[in-house]
């Protein structure tokens, strides 16, 4: 090899060299360059090989152009005979993506290739997602008689895993028991992870194997066995981790467990890892803190959540948005309010989750001006093709019965995808509106959108408004062809669709074709039986269940005991309401008890009715629906004394209830007593209630039309009147007050 004269003094030369390497340890890769320019430049080279990986490093970080004039600079010098700078090249166009060139310089290194130059080779195509060709380069290792090292190992074995090559990892891992290294630990440890990503049951045979597990191979078990929806395995793994002397639960090991917890809802467990998170001074960690909010949340334990939140002595979005999570999942929306202000207060912007949860709030409130401000926020975060923001807002907009709004919203989207289309459904139908949310169904159909189980349960329920049998038929054929008619819950809304339009015959067809019936179908056909006037089918319904194994849920009880009340079956009724505690072990809530209330308050049996009020057990205490139920029958039996102490009561609970007021008019209008009856006029008129007015639904042509006492807005409103005369004739009703007049 040729030394050109030096020009440079040694001394000089050295510090060179060292400000190479000094500027390369710091970063500096231009201050790199310009040395190594300036080294050139006095046509000195350096005897030392080591100087010039730090130079192609540089290059790398610079440009590519760069290196391969550094490149052919040390060919011409002949320093490419060292293996360290043949490496050095090697890794400088593997990481620039010049494959070509690195096969190159690996095939001029000759017999100095060595292990570097192997695992340079090896982890450049695996980490460039070339797999086959990595494994190609492993292969001609080992051929070669190359010793692997345990980090290439471990990365071989990660990268079957990052591209799902399961039939290759098992190769590998082949591989791995004859030569020997499957006994290392971290290897192990890579393998369980493959197996635990798609083999559940080859990744708990290795782990039983393996002799000397860590706490990343207890890691690794219990997040697998989460992952395949096995959290109760997971949280017996975890207790047997615990019982294992020299091993620590880590961070991961504790979010692992909790997310168990959170699937299982088993708070005790839940509680237990918590205080191991105060014993190992976890309390810092962001994750687990926000893992232990969702825990307790999911546990139905909201206040142990707050508790979290409020020690957490740092709070992310996610903090925020989880305990409001929990908050709305538990029906506590004052609470969810006021924690949105105390963000918006401490600065934390809020994001998509955070619209979303109170939109949930703006829904039960009703709070519609409060709707129209998360829109301008949603606007002005760039939120607009945000599917699951813009579709809460166009639920919250219709369940705050601002349904234009909704639709003028939905009409002006570029994109509507199924989910958005259902919510407009669902949305039409819940303000009433059946016949256009028939019509939007109908335009969905037509932009070739597939309709999904909700869209076609949404479907249905907009028809079970309507009450039209012909459209019912109509909308069963649609959930036939969709292919969807025997899934259960649209079964299930079929069935209630007939029901409400007075075909029990049929639901009951549909009922028995549902080929897996849940309790939510047999509840729907005990209510369908009752709704139509057929209190005895429903109470034979509920033996036939017990042929089938199933027990009546608080739900099914309720539409029982509902039957029974507009059925008169009051002895079967109250011996359903003891069978139900005694039997099913059903504890009756205030829905039951108001329900029994109405059951005898319509047979007339009042003192009977009170008697149950004043026994009700402790916690419960009769709401407006029993003392309306009271009042209804005071009304209806003219006991005007105890209508007025129901009145007391009900107007206590509900003083803005207008429905209320309507039954105090009709008491006291059928006692002829004109000036409570004109008092009670007052009273709604000074408070500003709304009157809900009753209709009627009929159905001309292809629409719904209502019809209330006293509307002359119908251009034939002369006509209806004279037919509804008519009719009151031929049935001997009498012209009397009515409250509708209000």
């Known amino acids: 090899m040729r030394f050109p004269a030096n020009n440079l003094s040694g001394v000089k030369f050295q510090e060179l060299i060292f400000r190479i390497k000094e500027s390369s340890r710091c970063g500096q890769w231009q201050q790199v360059f310009s040395h190594y320019l300036e080294m050139n430049r006095s046509g000195v080279q350096s005897p030392d090989p080591s100087v010039f990986p730090p130079i192609l490093k540089a290059c790398l970080n610079l440009s590519s152009g760069s290196g391969k004039s550094v490149h052919a600079s040390l060919i011409k010098q002949g320093c490419v005979l060292f293996a360290s700078v043949g490496n050095s090249i090697m890794d400088f166009y593997i990481k620039s993506g010049n494959m070509e060139s690195a096969v190159f310089a690996f095939d001029s290194l000759g017999s100095r290739v060595d292990s570097v130059s192997w695992n340079i080779m090896i982890h450049g195509h695996l980490d460039l997602g070339f797999v086959r060709e990595g494994l190609w380069w492993f292969a001609q290792a080992r051929i070669d008689e190359f010793e692997p090292n345990t980090s290439i190992l471990v990365f071989l074995v990660q990268v079957c895993r990052s591209v799902v090559a ?31 990503d798609g083999d559940m049951e080859c990744a708990r045979k290795l782990f039983d194997e393996t002799c000397e597990r860590d706490v990343i191979s207890w890691n690794v078990i219990i997040v697998g066995y989460i992952q395949t929806k096995e959290p109760q395995v997971s949280l017996q793994l975890f207790r047997e981790m615990l019982s294992v002397v020299g091993i620590q639960p880590d961070g991961i090991t504790v979010a692992s467990v909790l997310k168990a917890c959170t699937k299982v809802e088993d708070i005790h467990m839940g509680k237990v890892v918590h205080g191991m998170v105060m014993g190992k001074g976890f309390n810092d960690d962001l994750f687990i803190g926000n893992s232990l909010i969702d825990m307790y949340s999911k546990c139905k334990d909201v206040d142990s959540a707050f508790c979290v939140f409020f020690e957490m002595p740092r709070k992310n979005n996610v903090s925020w948005n989880s305990i409001m999570s929990g908050f709305v999942l538990h029906g506590k929306y004052s609470r969810a309010l006021s924690l949105f202000n105390l963000m918006w207060k401490e600065g934390v912007q809020e994001d998509e989750v955070t619209l979303v949860n109170l939109l949930q709030v703006c829904k039960y409130f009703m709070r519609g001006f409060l709707c129209k401000s998360v829109h301008s926020v949603m606007i002005r975060r760039g939120y607009e093709l945000n599917e699951l923001v813009v579709n809460s807002l166009l639920d919250a907009y219709a369940k705050c019965n601002l349904v234009d709004i909704a639709w003028k919203l939905f009409d002006g989207l570029k994109r509507r995808g199924v989910v958005l289309w259902s919510t407009m459904i669902a949305g039409l139908t819940h303000c009433g509106r059946a016949d256009e949310a028939i019509r939007i169904f109908n335009d969905m159909t037509k932009a070739e959108e597939r309709p999904t189980t909700i869209t076609i349960i949404n479907l249905l329920e907009a028809c079970s408004i309507s009450a039209e049998l012909k459209m019912s038929k109509w909308a069963h054929g649609i959930a036939i ?77 309720l539409s029982v005991l509902s039957a029974c009340s507009h059925g008169g079956l009051i002895e079967e009724g109250l011996a359903f309401f003891k069978s139900m505690v005694q039997d099913h072990g059903i504890e009756p809530g205030l829905d039951h008890y108001s329900c029994l209330i109405d059951m005898l308050g319509r047979a007339g049996m009042l003192d009977a009715a009170i008697e149950l009020i004043d026994k009700m057990p402790n916690g419960l205490k009769a709401g407006g629906s029993a003392w309306g139920a009271i009042l209804s029958a005071c009304r209806t ?53 709304r009157v809900s007015t009753g209709y009627s639904l009929v159905h001309v042509g292809n629409k719904d039309c209502r019809f209330v006492a006293g509307d002359c807005s119908n251009a034939r409103a002369g006509d209806i009147s004279n037919i509804v005369k008519q009719l009151h004739g031929c049935i001997g009703i009498n012209e009397r007050t009515e409250l509708g007049d209000v």
Not at 166 to 190: D, K, P
Not at 673 to 684: F, T
């Open 637 to 689: 039996y003219g006991n005007s004394e105890l209508g007025t102490k129901a009145l007391a009561h009900l107007l206590k609970i509900e003083p803005f209830n207008s429905s209320g007021y309507l039954l105090a008019f009709s008491m006291h209008a059928a006692d002829s007593s004109w000036d409570d009856a004109a008092r009670m006029r007052v009273v709604v008129s000074e408070r500003g209630l």
């Open 481 to 557: 062809q969709s292919g969807l008619a025997a899934n259960v819950a649209v079964g299930t809304a079929i069935l209630h669709m007939y029901s409400k339009c007075g075909a029990v015959e049929t639901s009951r067809k549909v009922f028995d074709q549902i080929p897996l019936k849940n309790i939510v179908s047999w509840s729907a056909m005990v209510a369908a039986y009752g709704i139509n006037g057929l209190p005895r089918e429903a109470l034979a319904l509920i033996a036939e269940m017990k042929l089938h194994g199933m027990r009546p849920n608080t739900v099914t009880a």
């Open 166 to 196: 399961y039939q290759t990892g098992s190769e590998v891992h082949g591989y791995l028991i004859r030569s020997g290294f499957s006994a290392i630990n971290s290897v192990q440890n890579s393998l369980l992870s493959l197996y635990a």
